[in-house]
């Protein structure tokens, strides 16, 4: 006998298209003062973002990764996070932080090489930034099931890339989150490269949602620059969680306008012309569009919200290089709750070495990686 | 009070952390029902339901990161890697982030984690089942390494490790799950991480050794006494604990991570001479950076090279080989005698 036992599907959801046009039907609930919000948080996001670009050349920060492009995958669904939810990001999601409520000047702080930009808020419902590649996944499905054990009412939203569906982790939390039908909504933002890797090569798979039929659970690929599609299957994934109906993976289907770190160059092995196709679907410019259209913008309102977003930025970038440094020995005070005795005895060295004139190597010459 | 054996004792310490605290939850595979391989979790997930003694998939980077997204959500996941030989898949988890999470956001979120994992050889079993891998644990900061040395301080140290904030590794040698039986409180105890113990005073060697081989170091020092095959040592010490004239101290280290420099400088520069053994590798063994203390601290007082008694630097051999790789009595013995001779 040989009869085909199972069928699966993949659903696309796209509301806005990169024109503007909105398919009414599918479109949320949505009102004028929410819709502005997303657009002002989109540009609060690139302005962070062109912002930290510019710190970073001038040596202010380390190395960035930057958001550009990415701003309807993170305002969309960061938006639809309640405070009842907990957020693992991946190590782009500075628009989720600001959405959250993370103090932005924080967010320089940790990018310009300071440990404490990463001592999250208690009113901030959110995890540190992971760098290691979906390693984070795990985190987010264990804190999904103490929600589950605790009988919390809040879910847990995970963000990565499509690197990260290669990575084991990936896998594990995957099957763990089906398994135990965690609450949890897995936001993979598929912005197509990972690194110089392009997502053609990264799988055989066709969507990358598709991965989530073999946990048991549902995967929807949406289009990632559009904000309302974004906005309307998080939230619906979200809902799902609270209840109890176990975990969703949502493909945000995106691109990486800029390159992958502040130390990568992407014109090494990605087209030009391939970025300026992408250019054409931005996530901002076909929001505006939509809002136009709907009576609902004004080149007086740009402005303002431009003007206000900058000005936000530029407080929080002169906070964070206003606060003082910590002193040297602090980095031994949290490895453990409680000093060991050993890293006592460290501790005390590291201070008669800088009493004695050792000094610290600030200036130490930054490593080029080798393009 | 009744004779239990270390299986037991670790049962006891977690049926009643898990009675006293309902954060306490147990992840690993084959726990539930099974009771695991080892039957340490025999009867909890009868007692506790399967909510709390979470049968998990086969995958150990899977559990040790859910336990960490467990542990910063306000619960105390104590997870069972299968075999120390399985523990590498979740090695990224323990040392990329379990053991950098209090420092990632400057003790915003903490990671109070137990992972128990049998250890070491002597069960004859095949590869990856007789691995002594504590050095990669230790060597991590942020990370607690606890290997109990029998029934009694099994269960007060894994009492400790479970209401310890910070991620502890508990490992749990096989070869003395059931060789040694001893009276065990039923009331709970604690014992404290990072101090070792004394478990035999003695004045001419200082004896460092922990998990299994606290009993194979007793019994050595006992044959030594019993027979006497030592007898041509010069005497500075009156006090003389066995009959072949060499008086052993013996210090079981309990924890591995943050080790107890104190006690073993104590003991060396009373003694003037040290003998460490593990079963774990040569080379960058925990006796590598026993050594290394001692020269810093205790040097002028020592009047022997150190010696160590070693796993060498090969994999475990299976069955029919074991026995050459692993450290024994007579070794422990050779050991001895030889910082004596060479102290003059």
Redesign the interface.
Known sequence: MEKIINKFQVKYLQILDENGKCDEKLKPKLTSALIKQMYEYMILTRVFDEKALKLQRQGRLGTYAQTLGQEACQIGSGLCIKNED?V?PAFRENGVYMLRGMPIEMLFEFWAGD??G???PKNVNM??I?I?VG????????????????KKRGAVITYFGDGATSE??FH??M??AG??KAPVVFICQNNQWAISVPVEEQTASETLAQKAIAYGFEGIKVDGNDVFAVYKATQEALKKARSGKGPTLIECFTYRMADHTTSDDAKKYRKESEVKKWAKRDPISRLKKYMIKKKIFSEKYEKEVLARAEKQIDVAVEKAESIPRYKPEEIFN????TL????KEQQEKMKEDLDSGVKEEDKAEEVKEVK | MSKINMVEAINLALKQEMKKDKTVILIGEDIGEDGGVFRVTEGLAKLYGNDRVIDSPLAESGIVGSSIGMAIAGLKPVCEIQFEGFIMPALDQLISHASRIRNRCRGRYSVPLVVRCPIGGGIKALEHHSDSPETYFIHTPGLKVVMPSGPYDAKGLLISAIRDPDPVIFFEPKKIYRAIKEEVPEKEYTIPLGKAKIVREGNDVTLITYGAWVKTAKEAVEHMSDTGNYSSLSRKNSELKNSSGISVEIIDLRTLSPLDTETIINSVKKTGKAVIVHEAQKTLGLAAEIIARINEKALYSLQAPIERVTGYDVIVPLRLYENYYLPNQQKIINAVEKVMRNAG
């Open positions: 907990f693992f440990e404490r990463m001592q999250i995890f540190p992971t290691t390693a984070h996944l795990p985190h987010a499905v264990g804190t999904a099931m103490a929600f589950q054990y605790q084991g982790d594990e939390a099957n763990f398994t135990f949290y490895m453990y709750e060991t005795p050993d890293l």
